[in-house]
């Protein structure tokens, strides 16, 4: 019997073709339902500029698209891309997959960019007591005192107008700190110096029979003046 080799050939030909469309068809079909697109996690940043990571577009065509605030893409067709120019406040973008122009899914990534605040402790203070009320300001946040070294009492300390209480002689020296989200903590320092009022007598009064006498006065601190309230003399 003469064998027909073209004829088995073909149908060979034919067989692998048809396998090859059926693996080319499942690779599709794997390609075309594989994860939907997801944007990455919301961002809350201080800088004006950020890197954003999407998942990879596999069988799809990516797209990174602005919707409002603002913002420059570097690569907008790259799943990790960087992003220049945000505006402050709310930036949203969204991630896309496209097939053949047709959109097959989409998430939405929102960067919240804040601005770092302008902070300042008060200017420093020299005083005669145990108490003081603090002067702290800050553009934006709330404020936290500490007490770095020294001694006091605050009566809150979130509040940049807290009083000090309890303060002892010397230098006690206080950090405010404001925090915002996304952004570094700014920190500035204010010192109260306390000087203890001096213990001083005038002396003891005299009876005199003559025009002139010398005063016994003494002060545990600083130095003293005389003043006439009444009568007549020169003090020298």
Do not use: H
């Amino acid at each position: 019997m003469r064998k027909d080799y073209p004829a088995v050939r073909n149908s060979l030909l034919k067989i692998l073709c048809f396998c090859a469309l059926i693996l080319s068809a499942n690779l599709n079909a794997k390609n075309a339902g594989g994860d939907p697109a997801f944007a990455g996690e919301d961002q809350t940043i201080c800088d004006d500029s950020t890197g954003i990571a999407g998942n990879e577009p596999l069988g799809f065509d990516g797209l990174w698209t602005l919707i409002s605030g603002s913002g420059s893409i570097n690569d907008d067709t790259s799943f990790e891309t960087y992003i220049t120019g945000l505006a402050l406040g709310e930036n949203v973008f969204v991630w896309e997959f496209y097939s053949s122009s047709v959109l097959q899914s989409s998430d939405t990534l929102r960067i919240f960019r804040n601005e770092a605040p302008i902070i300042s402790a008060g200017i420093d203070q020299d005083i005669c007591g145990d108490s003081t009320q603090l002067n702290a300001s800050t553009s934006a946040g709330t404020g936290l005192w500490q007490i770095i070294s020294g001694s006091g009492t605050l009566s809150d300390e979130n509040s940049a107008q807290s009083d000090l209480t309890a303060l002892t002689s010397g230098t006690t020296e206080l950090e405010w700190s404001v925090t915002i989200p996304g952004c570094s903590t700014e920190r500035d320092t204010v010192f109260i110096t306390v000087t203890e009022a001096p213990t001083i007598s005038a002396g003891t009064d005299q009876d005199i029979c003559g025009d002139s006498t010398q005063l016994n006065a003494s002060t545990s601190a600083g130095t003293g003046i005389w003043q006439i309230i009444s009568g007549s003399g020169t003090p020298k």
